[in-house]
């Protein structure tokens, strides 16, 4: 069964990069069709998608964060990572990964979700 | 962008009764050359990741009990739960996939009357 992962600090001040890993289990993050993204979730707020890269290395990001979000895949390691820079206390969420079955489909599976806050 | 929004915000239903929650978007996510609804129904109950009720605005996910049912088409979209049970409390999200960015509604409280 597919399992997702989040792993990094949960703790950044501001101004600095936030960078999370997501490990894939039970499957290869490979797979031809699959996609994998990043969503985070503001403190009691909605959800918010990121990002998403294919295996290929293709990104796609929202364009309310594009300036400055970086998603890059490791596929020796079968894991995939996000970067934001320039963090500020607005960016103090839950951030989940998550697998696309394909390209302009719902996240089918999602990791249990890591805290991030930022403060000094 | 398109924007999903919910209604209502939280919404207080007695056990085995009906609990409708609805979805608009901002725009049209059907598209015309498949015929399908690009709408996806969530539940997230608290301290945990969303899990997948529905996807193409109808259609099941394994595993998923036959209470919850999604239709809709077009820019309105409903989800029912048919008789409602104390493990369906949660909150639930709509969200698109027709186009980036993928956009979810500000999610709808369900709680027992």
């Known amino acids: 069964q597919l399992q997702l992962q989040e792993s990094g600090p949960g703790l950044v001040k501001p101004s600095e990069t936030l960078s999370l890993t997501c490990t894939v289990s039970?499957?290869?993050?490979?797979?031809?069709?699959?996609?994998w993204g990043w969503i985070r979730q503001p403190p009691g707020k909605g959800l918010e998608w990121i990002g998403s890269i294919y295996y290929s290395g293709s990104t796609y990001y929202n364009p309310s964060l594009k300036s400055r979000v970086t998603i890059s895949v490791d596929t020796s390691k079968n894991q995939f990572s996000l970067k934001l820079s320039s963090v500020t206390a607005a960016d103090t969420a839950v951030y989940y990964c998550?697998?696309?079955?394909?390209?302009?489909?719902?996240?089918?599976?999602w990791g249990q979700g890591t805290t991030v806050n930022v403060s000094s | 962008d398109i924007v999903m929004t919910q209604s209502p915000d939280s919404l207080a239903v007695s056990l085995g009764e009906r609990a409708t929650i609805n979805c608009k978007s901002s725009?049209?996510?059907?598209?015309?050359?498949?015929?399908?609804?690009?709408l996806a129904w969530y539940q997230q109950k608290p301290g945990q990741p969303p899990n997948l009720l529905i996807s193409?605005?109808?259609t099941r996910e394994s595993g998923v009990p036959d209470r919850f049912s999604g239709s809709g088409s077009g820019t309105d979209f409903t989800l029912t739960i048919s008789s409602l049970q104390a493990e369906d409390v949660a909150v639930y999200y709509c969200?698109?996939?027709?186009?980036?960015?993928?956009?979810f509604g500000q999610g709808t409280k369900l709680e027992i009357k």
């Open positions: 969200q698109q996939y027709f186009s980036t960015p993928y956009t």
């Open positions: 998550g697998r696309f079955l394909e390209w302009l489909s719902p996240l089918d599976v």
């Open positions: 039970g499957g290869s993050i490979s797979s031809s069709s699959y996609y």
């Open positions: 725009q049209s996510v059907l598209y015309s050359s498949n015929n399908k609804n690009y």
């Open positions: 193409w605005a109808s």
